[in-house]
């Protein structure tokens, strides 16, 4: 809808992880627009001009980024500084601020990923609030803004609410019915609901479009809820 007829170049992981959303944005873009190239790069190798002199020469006019962070702010800060100002729509792994801090955060624009989860700057949210008070409590000396503590904490939270519906039921088979029991339930820094099932094991099914706000350091979220939940 944002981009429609441009030419999609992949910037992956060369493993699963990469593959995995590869072979989703395909599926998602079937008949909708033409992938131009795929370029793969390896945690163990730094050097990745190579990927992206052969996006550019391939026609890529819009970036599909499956990367870590500190690969993506690679990414960016090169392809920035060779001047090019190509859209990347990345995954939600690298919503972290360190993302800014390697990258250069004048480089860090026309950047968009799925956010599931609320943003430890979105502290209008009641949420958000309970969030910093647990950290600011149990955990002073960890920086809350950084996207793993985020996560670990919204783990934290699923969690509970599994081991809290096994009740005595505390075995291995008896949480994993708890777990698929889950339907409809709003966990509270989530955007959309969470469910599961016996075929569903993914809680964070929805999620909030963000780009990247490089004045402010960190990923504005706008627009409606996006629903992609598989558990019916």
């Known amino acids: 809808e944002n981009f429609p007829g441009k030419k999609v170049g992949f910037f992956i992981q060369n493993d699963a992880f990469g593959s995995e959303i590869e072979q989703g944005v395909r599926e998602g873009l079937a008949g909708r627009n033409e992938i131009a190239d795929v370029q793969p790069y390896f945690i163990s190798s730094p050097d990745i001009r190579s990927q992206i002199i052969n996006l550019r020469e391939s026609g890529t006019e819009v970036v599909a980024m499956a990367a870590i962070s500190e690969f993506a702010a690679f990414f960016i800060q090169q392809v920035r500084g060779q001047g090019w100002d190509v859209p990347i729509v ?6 972290d601020p360190i993302v800014f801090d390697l990258a250069g955060a004048d480089n860090v624009f026309d950047v968009w990923l799925p956010a599931y989860l609320m943003s430890p700057h979105d502290t209008d949210e009641p949420a958000v609030q309970e969030y910093h008070r647990v950290m600011e409590t149990y955990a002073p000396d960890i920086d809350p803004y950084k996207s793993l503590h985020t996560y670990g904490y919204d783990a934290a939270q699923l969690m509970y609410e599994t081991l809290s519906r096994a009740c005595d039921n505390l075995t291995r088979e008896g949480l994993i019915e708890a777990a ?3 339907r409809d339930w709003q966990q509270p ?9 016996p075929t569903d094991h993914t809680p964070w099914e929805s999620f909030k479009w963000a780009k990247a706000d490089p004045e402010n350091r960190q990923w504005a979220v706008f627009g409606d809820l996006i629903v992609k939940e598989s558990t019916r």
């Open 90 to 95: 990345s995954s939600g792994t690298i919503a």
């Open 180 to 182: 698929e029991s889950i």
């Open 189 to 197: 820094m989530a955007w959309g609901t969470v469910s599961m099932s």
